[in-house]
């Protein structure tokens, strides 16, 4: 949805896939959108948050629990969006995240994860997330969060004491900054 709250053309779309009579074509249905729609559009248009808002607002509370936090900033000026985080950089990894994204369009049009059993779901997927980050070194956090940005002598003490550690303990910023956008989820 969007801020007047109208159903977004993305939201359209899921829900017409969804319908009986489209269910055994929403795969040939999603290639078509694919060649039809010039590639660099698509990847421009699945980084906005408007495209990730519209399965992830009405299945889980991941958009709401974003909104509560520090990156949504007021609503106005996005200090991050949820690609900022989740899509990688550099443009292999990026065709590899957004192929594995297609998975999603598959389970969101089969309906094998839902509002009832998201929460079931969410340690296995915090934790492939973690691992993600854990892999390039938070890359993600490092794109904004690095020079001036990440300047030790302005952050309070706190901070600091934690941060000039990090290389020498090998640890990145996932270690500590887990649950910062969304719900706190413990594992184990
Ligand atoms: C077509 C619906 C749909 C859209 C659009 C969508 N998602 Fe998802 N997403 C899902 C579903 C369903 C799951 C759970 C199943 C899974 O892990 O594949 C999921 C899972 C995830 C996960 C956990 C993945 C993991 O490693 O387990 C992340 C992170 C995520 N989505 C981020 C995003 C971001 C960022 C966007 C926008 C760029 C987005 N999603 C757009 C449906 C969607
Ligand atoms: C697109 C840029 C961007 C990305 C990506 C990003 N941040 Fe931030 N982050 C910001 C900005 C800007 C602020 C200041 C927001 C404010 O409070 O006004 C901030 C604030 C913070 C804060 C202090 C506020 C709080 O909630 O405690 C922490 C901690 C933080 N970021 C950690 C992270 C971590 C960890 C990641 C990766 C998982 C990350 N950030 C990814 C831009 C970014
Ligand atoms: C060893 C644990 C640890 C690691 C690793 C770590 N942080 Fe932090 N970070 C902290 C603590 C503790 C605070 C202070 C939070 C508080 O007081 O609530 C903090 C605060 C912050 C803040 C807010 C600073 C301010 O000016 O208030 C930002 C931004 C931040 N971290 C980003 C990062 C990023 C980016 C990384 C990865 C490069 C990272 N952190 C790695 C423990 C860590
Ligand atoms: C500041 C970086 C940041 C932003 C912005 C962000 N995420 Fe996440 N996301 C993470 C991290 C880190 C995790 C791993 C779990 C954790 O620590 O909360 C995660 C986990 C997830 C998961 C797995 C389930 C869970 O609760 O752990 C999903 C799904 C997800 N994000 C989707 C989204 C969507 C959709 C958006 C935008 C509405 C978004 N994220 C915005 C950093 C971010």
Not at 80 to 105: E, G, N, Q, R
Not at 169 to 186: A, F, M, P
Request: hydrophobic share 35%; with cysteine.
């Amino acid at each position: 949805m969007n801020k007047k709250g109208e159903n977004t053309r993305w939201q359209r779309l899921w829900s017409w896939l969804k319908r009986p009579l489209a269910l055994g074509i929403p795969i040939g249905m999603f290639l078509l959108v694919l060649v039809g729609t010039s590639f660099q559009a698509m990847m421009v248009v699945s980084n906005q948050n408007e495209f990730c808002f519209s399965c992830h607002l009405t299945m889980d509370t991941i958009v709401q629990e974003y909104q509560a936090s520090s990156h949504f900033g007021d609503g106005e000026n996005i200090p991050a969006t949820c690609s900022d985080c989740h899509v990688p950089h550099p443009f292999i990894d990026k065709m590899i995240v957004k192929t594995i994204a297609l998975k999603d369009v598959y389970h969101m049009i089969a309906g094998t994860i839902t509002k009832e059993n998201f929460e079931e779901h969410r340690p296995a997927m915090a934790e492939s997330v973690w691992k993600a980050f854990k892999k390039n070194d938070s890359a993600n956090c490092r794109h904004c969060h690095q020079g001036e940005n990440f300047d030790l002598a302005k952050q309070p003490q706190r901070a600091r004491l934690n941060h000039e550690k990090i290389e020498a303990r090998g640890e990145t910023c996932i270690d500590c900054h887990q649950g910062l956008t969304h719900k706190r989820i413990v594992v184990r």
